[in-house]
């Protein structure tokens, strides 16, 4: 049974930095692309940034070269550092298996999320 706990979310001025964790259990990474999502408010949920178990990276063009995403293997935890926050970086952060999403479609499993607010 997939388990996701996303935290690290916050309030931060533009510009500040914030770092997500997310706490996966039901999922095996070495056999997994994980990745970080975001729903910004009144928009659909999008991808900002994934990694595959071999530590390639993809990063959407908004947030490539200020969005760093990384993994604890050993602790089934993902992590994504975000520096030069954008007020449009305002959303609800979600983390979860590329291939569960693509597999359960609307059926997928989504934790709670962690708010991030961006002030300008």
């Known amino acids: 049974q997939v388990q996701l706990v996303e935290s690290g979310g916050g309030l931060v001025e533009a510009g500040g930095s914030l770092r997500l964790s997310c706490a996966a259990s039901?999922?095996?990474?070495?056999?997994?692309?994980m990745g970080w999502y975001r729903q910004p408010p009144g928009k659909q949920r999008e991808l900002v940034a994934s990694i595959g178990s071999d530590g390639g990276t993809h990063y959407a063009d908004s947030v490539k070269g200020r969005f760093t995403i990384s993994t604890d293997n050993a602790k089934n935890i993902v992590y994504l550092e975000m520096n030069s926050l954008k007020p449009e970086d305002t959303a609800v952060y979600y983390c979860n298996s590329l291939i569960y999403v693509a597999v359960r479609g609307k059926d997928v499993y989504w934790g709670q999320g962690t708010q991030v607010t961006v002030s300008s």
């Open positions: 039901g999922i095996t990474f070495s056999r997994n692309v």
